[in-house]
């Protein structure tokens, strides 16, 4: 399994996009849902009410109370507004919105009191109680909103003589308890729906968290083992080289050393990949960009590859078109050039061609290694990339392959900003397929990935 494609499948925060890190309770996820939707709700007070006071003059014009309680509204949004951009308030906003719907419901529910339960009122009315429901308030404030606000219109309805404070209108009646009931259920199950996600994203994030921590503690192992196994099999190298030149023609021995310096071979390039790879994996890889000719590149990775091809009697030619401009590492863009070639070499069985094209498609440079190997099983294509596969293709002449030449080539196309494919067909070869970016116009320097 990749612990990079579940970091990356998992990543639950990214600030300079815009998220968040999930606070560590569930009030205070609530509190910072309701912080950013302050200033909006702050504003809508204050323009949203002003709107009904010709209303409320040309129906009630005989009980300026009802003008007072309107206007403020806007008064409580100008001041709600305002203390939002006092720093000891702005991280404060659940309050700031508790603030404005205990005035909403205490104001709203006095207005259809004074008016009588007028039936125009009643719609108004039962729209404020639904929103009751809709906004991230603690469960607790957001029932003891919807009973004082249904209290204090019964007590001042009762007051002014309503009848059991119940309107004349049946309608406006049952609007009033089905938008009770609605308020009820919405204060319930949206606080269940908030509590579920904030538990599932909390849990994400500390299990992206440990992913990150496990994945920087195994590259920290790969690194400090792969260094100090360097060294003595580089020893181990240099002296199967002296002993090949002391024992001259004793074959016997000469075989012996031939498997001693494979495998210490072998094992010096697997190590070099992990230490590639851990490096890329771990952002301290530094890339070194500026601009490149990827034709030149190309040229000269094929040209230093002619011997390797000639070896196995294959035929290695390439086709590429000049002035192919990227912006890249031009050291990096060499090992991608270097990986698929040797893979196609490595792969291919004596005698046949192989051919390496480089050209420009709209806004891409695009490279094709093309062989004529024994191909790629389509369910082996996908895993093709990852490290340490094993696939059913094997070397055709018994060379060393560590299993981590795709990945780190698809890592190094990546950091480019290109994609990397295959086309392959059994028993008629593979076409491995890289695009990357035309020259963008952007300063040269260093810069860490």
């Known amino acids: ?71 403020g509204l806007s008064v409580v949004g100008v001041i709600s507004f305002l203390l939002y951009f006092i720093p000891f308030f702005k991280k404060r906003g659940y309050w700031l919105i508790l603030f404005i719907f205990y005035y909403l419901g205490l104001a709203t529910a006095w207005i259809l009191g004074l008016v009588g339960a007028d039936p125009i009122y009643m719609g108004g009315f039962a729209i404020v109680i639904l929103l009751f429901g809709l906004v991230p308030f603690q469960r607790i404030h957001a029932l003891l909103l919807l009973l004082i606000t249904l209290v204090l219109f019964t007590i001042v309805g009762h007051y002014k003589g ?30 269940k729906i908030r509590e579920t996600s904030y538990k599932n994203a909390y849990l994400l994030q500390h299990t992206n968290e440990e992913l990150q921590k496990a994945n920087e503690l195994k590259n920290q192992l790969l690194q400090v083992a792969a260094h100090d196994l360097k060294d003595p099999l580089q020893v181990i190298i240099g002296y199967t080289d002296l002993l090949k030149m002391k024992l001259g023609e004793n074959k016997f021995a000469q075989e012996r050393l031939k498997i001693i ?132 293709t094997r070397p055709t002449a018994g060379e060393i392959s560590t299993g981590l030449g795709l990945a780190i080539t698809r890592d190094l196309v990546e950091l480019h900003n290109g994609s990397i494919t295959v086309e392959s067909e059994l028993e008629k070869g593979s076409t491995f397929i890289v695009n990357l970016p035309i020259l963008q116009k952007e300063a040269p320097g260093v810069e860490n990935i």
């Open 162 to 191: 309503m009848e059991l404070v119940l309107p004349e209108d049946t309608y406006g009646l049952y609007n009033l308890m089905i938008s009770v009931t609605i308020a009820l259920l919405s204060i319930f199950i949206f606080d």
């Open 261 to 392: 310096y494979r495998s210490t071979d072998r094992m010096i390039k697997l190590i070099a990949g992990l230490l590639e790879i851990t490096s890329i994996e771990s952002g301290k890889l530094v890339m070194h960009k500026s601009e490149v000719d990827l034709g030149e590149v190309v040229e000269a990775s094929v040209n230093s590859h002619q011997r390797e091809s000639q070896k196995k009697n294959q035929l290695l030619h390439a086709a590429v078109e000049k002035d192919c401009l990227v912006y890249g590492d031009k050291m990096l863009l060499r090992q991608i050039a270097n990986h698929l070639i040797s893979n196609a070499i490595k792969f291919s069985s004596p005698g046949t061609s192989i051919r390496v094209e480089l050209g420009q498609h709209e806004e891409s440079a695009v490279l094709k290694v093309r062989d004529e190997g024994p191909g790629i099983h389509e369910d082996e294509i996908d895993k093709l990339f990852n490290k340490f596969q094993r696939l059913s």
């Open 1 to 71: 399994m990749d612990l990079r494609k579940i970091l990356r499948r998992f990543k639950f925060k990214e600030k300079a996009d815009g998220d968040y890190d999930v606070p560590p309770t569930f009030k205070e996820e609530l509190s910072r849902q309701c912080n950013a939707i302050a200033l909006r709700t702050s504003i809508l007070a204050i323009l949203s009410w002003p709107l009904f006071i010709p209303l409320d003059m040309k129906l009630h014009g005989d009980v300026p109370f009802v003008f007072l309680l309107r206007v």
